[in-house]
């Protein structure tokens, strides 16, 4: 089966997004209409202002505002619906804030997911679901090498311990209840930091870059060496596609976690990445802060994607170079063309994309 014929299960279909107004989940509905599903977006707020969501003005999508850390909500709301998938990934998403407010981190991202899985657990119909944590699930010990979906689950501050005590929630439903259970498939998702245009979350790198360059001002940088699986969001997202495209025919990949990582061997750090970015936006400039250790974040970090390279076939197509072309043009076009359709640029690069595929 090609990867484009991959993604034709998914025409016609419900599809809950949860998150769908933040930064990959407006992205990833975009796409999903864009292959003719109908959505069912589901998150408790705006998170950025300006909002890649609101700018993308989709008119086909249903737009539920629930917490997820309402349970009843949430079940009432899946029951009515009863989706052929679910793609989860509403979340408390930056580490910073995680630890400014843990307690709202460990709610949303551990008892939001479980909320979730006691939703799925209700639903009488069939219902593929790909459940999205982060490669900050992993306890990090700074390897240079990748870490694989049996590596040990952790992590030091309360974001990546959340999404590592998520991945244990998931894996303990499915072997207590959708392991037994036909109806329902769920498989996780663990990808690194992802870049594109339509990102005004604070505290993130190109967000930072974008922010300060379009006022003519310096971006100050937090840890210049730190190393990031960076990719494209479009990367991550074709593999829950493929994911939940694969989970929805063949039961042997349920229950089953994967890593979605760049193409490129060699991961890069903040500068480099900045300096790629500086190319497209002449003249900008950048500062390095002197290191405050009071919110650490962790350096190195690499993710080994055989299994999804194996088992789903997926590859991720872009190189470090076309990746920051794409997210430097997509603001470029944001902050120059004041006529521009938003849902147009963000529908061409989808295409662009889908054009690598075979
Ligand atoms: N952006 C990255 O680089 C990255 C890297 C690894 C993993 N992830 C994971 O991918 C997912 C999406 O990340 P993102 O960057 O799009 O995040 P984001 O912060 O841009 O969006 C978060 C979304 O979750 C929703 N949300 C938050 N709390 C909620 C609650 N209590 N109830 C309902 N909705 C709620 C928000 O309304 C928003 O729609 C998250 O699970 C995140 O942890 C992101």
Redesign the pocket.
């Known amino acids: 089966m090609t990867e484009l014929n991959l993604l034709d299960c998914f025409r016609g279909k419900k599809i809950v997004v ?9 992205w990833l509905t975009a796409w999903l209409s864009e292959l003719g599903a109908n959505v069912i977006g ?7 202002n300006p909002s890649h ?1 609101e700018l993308l003005n989709l008119e086909d999508i249903e737009d539920y505002k ?4 309402d349970p009843f909500a949430l079940e009432n709301l899946l029951k009515i619906k009863s989706p052929d998938f679910v793609f ?7 580490v910073i804030n995680s630890y400014k407010n843990p307690l709202e981190t460990w ?3 551990l008892m ?1 997911t479980v909320n979730l899985l006691e939703a799925l657990k209700s639903l009488n119909n069939e219902c593929t679901a790909i459940l ?5 699930c992993y306890d990090n010990f700074e390897w240079s090498w990748g870490y694989r979906e049996t590596d040990k689950l952790g992590g030091a501050d309360p ?1 990546s311990a959340s ?1 590592g005590a998520a991945e244990i929630a998931i894996s303990s439903y499915f072997r207590s209840y959708f392991m037994k259970n036909n109806n329902i498939k769920i498989a996780s998702a ?6 594109a245009g339509g ?1 005004w ?1 604070q505290n ?1 790198l190109i967000p930072d870059c974008i922010r300060a360059w379009s006022i003519g001002e310096r971006v100050i940088l937090r840890n210049p060496n730190s190393t990031r699986p960076w990719q494209h ?1 479009l990367e ?1 997202l074709s593999g829950y596609l493929f994911l939940a495209s694969k989970l929805h025919q063949n039961n042997e990949l349920n229950g089953k976690s994967f890593n979605f990582g760049p193409r490129d061997l060699t991961t890069k750090s903040v500068i480099d990445l900045v300096k790629k970015m500086s190319d497209y936006w002449p003249k900008v400039k950048w500062e390095v802060e002197k290191l405050n250790d009071e919110f650490h974040e962790s350096g190195l970090l690499k993710l080994n994607c055989d299994l999804a390279h194996e088992i789903l076939n997926w590859q991720p197509k872009l190189n470090f170079e076309e990746t920051i072309k794409m997210t430097a043009l997509w603001y470029k076009n944001y902050y120059e063309n004041k006529e521009l359709n938003v849902k147009e640029l963000t529908i061409s690069q989808i295409k662009n994309y889908m054009e690598y595929f075979n």
Not at 132 to 136: L, Q
Request: charged share 20%; aromatic share 8%.
């Open positions: 949860t998150g769908h107004t933040g930064f990959k989940g407006s589901i998150s408790f707020n705006i998170p950025t969501f629930i917490d997820i850390r989860h990934l509403a979340a408390q998403s930056l709610n949303t991202n939001g999205i944590t982060s490669d900050k974001y999404k663990r990808a690194g930091n992802v870049i990102d979350s993130r969001v991550p």
